[in-house]
């Protein structure tokens, strides 16, 4: 019994070689610049507490912005 590729096999593993070298890091982009530094100050539409900068968060929709966890009413 013989085993060969398939294209899509070929296909992967030649764009797996391609990439195995390439510098993937986002260039020009500070390593303080993520989605979270514009966040800080918004409301979060789920618990309707401020974010704070320390706070991951995401956005939801367009305009919205949402904690990735609530914190906890203390």
Known sequence: MTYGYSPLQ?????????????DLTESGQDTGDDHFAHS???TCQSCGR????????????ETDWVHDVCPVAG
């Open 40 to 42: 800080s100050g918004k």
């Open 50 to 61: 401020a974010i704070a900068a320390s706070q991951p968060a995401r956005r939801r929709g």
């Open 10 to 22: 070929g296909y992967v593993a030649g764009e797996s070689k391609s990439l195995e070298n390439k």
